[in-house]
């Protein structure tokens, strides 16, 4: 029986796993199984900025990084923490607002759709919302996992 990385939920350091193979500048997320850098960046971006940036990012040599869907970043979120990230958790966060690569799909009155889902780890605000894709938030790069544009359809 091979059990696949969502079949458990692991609690506190035992959900994250430091690679050599990165330096030790990223962890492999045993819960979702995908590569997370331990030190995203602080540089307030755009959404398309963020997106390139992670495009063309190195971590120990090694590219093929991408922006998180929100459902990735969504399984980060713990609201009885502050930060409301979950506990046990190896990141040096910079900020508590990141872009994902989910776009926001619902037209505008004039018909455009210039939105992204965005996440908020401050307490109090905690969550995924949406903002333009000209706004700015933080970058924080992910290997693996779906690397996909995923669509968030409001009702």
Not at 51 to 67: A, E, M, P, S, Y
Not at 104 to 111: M, V
Request: hydrophobic share 30%.
């Amino acid at each position: 029986d091979q059990s696949q990385p969502w079949d458990k939920v692991y609690q506190g350091t035992e959900r994250f796993r430091p690679l050599s193979k990165f330096n030790f500048e990223a962890v492999f997320d045993k819960e979702i199984g995908v590569v997370w850098e331990i030190s995203p960046s602080g540089e307030e971006m755009d959404w398309y900025d963020a997106k390139d940036h992670c495009r063309n990012h190195t971590v120990n040599g090694i590219w093929g990084w991408r922006l998180p869907t929100g459902e990735e970043f969504a399984t980060l979120l713990d609201r009885s923490n502050d930060p409301a990230i979950v506990s046990g958790h190896p990141f040096n966060l910079q900020r508590d607002d990141y872009w994902t690569d989910t776009t926001y799909h619902r037209a505008s009155q004039d018909g455009e759709n210039d939105r992204a889902v965005d996440i908020i780890f401050e307490l109090g605000e905690e969550g995924l919302g949406n903002e333009s894709k000209w706004f700015g938030h933080g970058v924080w790069c992910v290997r693996g996992g779906s690397s996909y544009d995923g669509q968030y359809a409001p009702f």
